[in-house]
C-alpha cells in the first residue's frame, strides 16, 4: 500500500484542508484512516478547523466570481483533461479506494471509472446547457430564458461510494460555473484526499482560480456548519435519511438549495414468468455486492408463491459458493463491512427480525481467525419475513436478503411500495403486461425502476436519485445539471413602443 500511497501524494501526516494547491494549516484534530480489510491505520490527515474553514469558503467566493466567467466549453476542457488524470491513476486510486473502504477491487476500479465516464459527460455537457424560447404576447418582444451559476455548492459525501458520488455533484456543478466545498466521509478521507490531488494539478496546469474546488475535512460539525452557512447556495448530502431530513431543515431554515440522496429499501419482484437464470444471479450480486453497502442493494425479494421454493433453493445454493475475504485480491466476491458499528447493526437487524418471527435460512455471524483480523467481515445472509415487520422497513446497511412472498402481481407492487423509502426497484418477468404495469403509474413508487435487471449498478447517463424517504434529489445525468444552476427568464422589448401584457392600457 505504500506504493499506491506515495503514487498519489498521500504522505504519513497530511493537510486535510484545501481550496486546490494551497493546502492549509490547520489546528483541527487528528484523523487517522484505517482500513476494514485488515484493520491497519493507513494515514493520518489534520482535520479542518472553524478559522480554516472560513478561509476556504472565503476563497470560494472570489473564485466563484471568476470560473463563472469561463465560457462553459472552457471550463468543460479543463475537466476532460481531469478525466485524463484520472485514467492515468485509476490502478492506484481504485486500490486506495478498495482498501479504504473494503470494495471490491473490480467496484474500486469502477468507481473510479464512474468519475471518468461523468467527466466525459460533463464534457459534452458544456455545450449544451440549453435554455428554452418562448413567443410573447407583445408585438415586437422576445422571450427566453437562461441558466446561471448557482454560487457555492457544498457536498457531503458517504463511505460506501468515497469518490464517484462526489464526482457527479463536483463536476456538472463546475461545469455548470459553480465552485464546490467537499465535506468528505470521515471513515474514508485519503481517498478525497487522492482526488484533490489529482485536480490541483490539472487546475495549475490550467490557470484555474484558486479556490473552485475544496476540500474539508472531520466530522459531523462540519456538515452542520456548511448547512448552517446563508454563503453556500446548495447543498448536496448523501447519506442516511436521519441525517438528510437534519440537512433539509436546516438548510430550508435560510431558504438554501438542498440536494438530497438518501437511504435505500430496495426490492426486486420475481414474477411466475421470470427467467430465473436472469434473476437469481441478478438477486444476488444486488444483495452482496459491496457487502450490502450500497444505497441501491436488494433487501427484499418478493417472490411468487408457485416459484418461492425454487428460488429458495436456487439463493440457498448460491450463497454457498460465495467466497468471502481480502477485496483486493480478486478471488473474493464479498469484504468486509466498514467498521465494527456497521458490525453491530448487522448483528441486530438480525436479532430483530427473528424476535418479529423472522427465519434465516442461510448461515449469518461475524468470521473470525487471522484472515478477519479486522472483525468487519460477515456472512451475507437470507432471512424468510413478512414485508410489515418493522426490521424489514428499515435499511439496514449490511449483506442481509428478506425474502418474502405474493400471490398476485398487485399485491407484489403493493408490498414494494409499502415503504418509507423510494430509491431503486426491479421486476423480473418476460410478461409485457407485467412489466409495463411495474412501470406505469401505479407501479413502482421508486426513482428507479428496472425490468430484467436488478436495482443496483445504475449509469451516469441517467438521473439518479429517489423519492419519499431517499430524499427526492436527483445527481449525474439526464437533466440532472439543473440542480446547480438558477433559471432567468428575458423578455427583449426590440419595437418603438411600450405594449403592456394582456393588453393593459395605462396612458400618462
Not at 466525459?120 to 407583445?138: K, N, V
Not at 474546488?213 to 454563503?231: F, K, P, T, V, Y
Request: charged share 20%.
Amino acid at each position: 500500500m505504500k506504493d499506491i500511497l506515495l503514487a498519489l501524494g498521500i504522505e504519513e501526516i497530511n493537510k486535510g484542508t484545501s481550496t486546490g494547491n494551497d493546502w492549509l494549516d490547520s489546528s483541527g484534530d487528528r484523523l487517522s484512516s484505517f482500513s476494514p480489510v485488515d484493520g491497519e491505520r493507513i494515514a493520518t490527515l489534520v482535520e479542518t478547523d472553524e478559522q480554516s474553514y472560513g478561509s476556504v469558503v472565503d476563497k470560494a467566493r472570489l473564485a466563484f466570481g471568476q470560473w463563472r466567467l469561463w465560457p462553459a466549453p472552457k471550463r468543460g476542457e479543463v475537466l476532460r483533461q481531469i478525466g485524463e488524470a484520472l485514467r492515468e491513476k485509476k490502478e492506484y486510486l481504485g486500490k486506495l479506494v478498495s482498501y479504504e473502504m473494503g470494495k471490491s477491487l473490480q467496484e474500486g476500479y469502477g468507481e473510479v471509472q464512474e468519475m471518468i465516464d461523468i467527466c466525459d459527460f460533463a464534457l459534452g455537457l458544456s455545450r449544451q446547457l440549453y435554455g428554452l424560447t418562448m413567443h410573447s404576447e407583445r408585438p415586437a418582444h422576445r422571450m427566453y430564458e437562461q441558466w446561471h451559476p448557482l454560487g457555492i455548492v457544498g457536498i457531503i459525501s458517504a463511505f460506501n461510494f468515497p469518490v464517484a458520488v462526489w464526482s457527479w455533484n463536483s463536476m456538472l456543478a463546475m461545469v455548470c460555473g459553480d465552485v464546490c466545498i467537499w465535506k468528505a466521509s470521515e471513515k474514508t478521507p485519503l481517498s478525497a484526499l487522492a482526488c484533490q490531488k489529482i485536480v490541483a494539478e490539472v487546475f495549475l496546469a490550467n490557470d484555474v482560480p484558486e479556490g473552485v474546488c475544496n476540500l474539508i475535512s472531520g466530522g459531523r460539525w462540519l456538515g452542520e456548519r456548511m448547512a448552517q452557512d446563508h454563503r453556500i447556495a446548495l447543498v448536496s448530502a448523501t447519506g442516511s435519511t436521519r441525517m438528510g431530513k437534519e440537512v433539509a431543515a436546516t438548510v430550508g431554515a435560510r431558504l438554501g438549495k438542498v440536494l438530497l440522496e438518501l437511504g435505500g429499501n430496495n426490492a426486486i419482484i420475481i414474477s411466475q414468468h421470470a427467467d430465473l437464470d436472469i434473476a437469481v444471479p441478478a438477486a444476488v450480486f444486488g444483495a452482496v455486492g459491496t457487502a450490502g453497502q450500497r444505497c441501491t442493494t436488494t433487501r427484499r425479494l418478493i417472490v411468487h408463491q408457485r416459484i418461492y421454493a425454487e428460488v429458495k433453493e436456487r439463493l440457498k445454493k448460491a450463497y454457498g459458493q460465495l467466497r468471502i475475504g481480502n477485496p483486493l485480491d480478486e478471488h473474493y466476491h464479498v469484504g468486509p463491512l466498514i467498521d465494527k458499528e456497521a458490525v453491530n447493526a448487522y448483528e441486530q437487524a438480525i436479532a430483530n427480525c427473528l424476535a418479529e418471527g423472522g427465519k434465516l435460512i442461510t448461515d449469518s455471524g461475524v468470521l473470525e481467525g487471522a484472515a478477519f483480523s479486522s472483525g468487519c467481515y460477515v456472512k451475507p445472509c437470507i432471512m424468510e419475513a413478512l414485508g410489515t415487520y418493522a426490521t424489514v422497513q428499515k435499511e439496514t446497511f449490511a449483506p442481509i436478503l428478506y425474502l418474502l412472498s405474493y400471490t398476485e402481481f398487485d399485491e407484489a407492487i403493493k408490498i414494494q411500495n409499502a415503504v418509507p423509502q423510494g430509491l431503486s426497484s426491479s421486476v423480473m418477468t418476460l410478461n409485457l403486461r407485467e412489466a409495463e404495469a411495474f412501470l406505469s403509474a401505479a407501479g413502482s413508487d421508486c426513482g428507479i425502476a428496472n425490468v430484467n435487471i436488478g436495482t443496483s449498478g445504475a449509469e451516469i447517463g441517467g438521473a439518479f436519485g429517489g423519492e419519499k424517504e431517499t430524499g427526492g434529489g436527483r445527481e449525474s445525468g439526464s437533466d440532472a445539471w439543473k440542480n446547480y444552476m438558477r433559471r432567468q427568464t428575458n423578455t427583449i422589448n426590440y419595437g418603438s413602443s411600450l405594449p403592456l401584457a394582456q393588453g393593459i392600457k395605462f396612458d400618462l
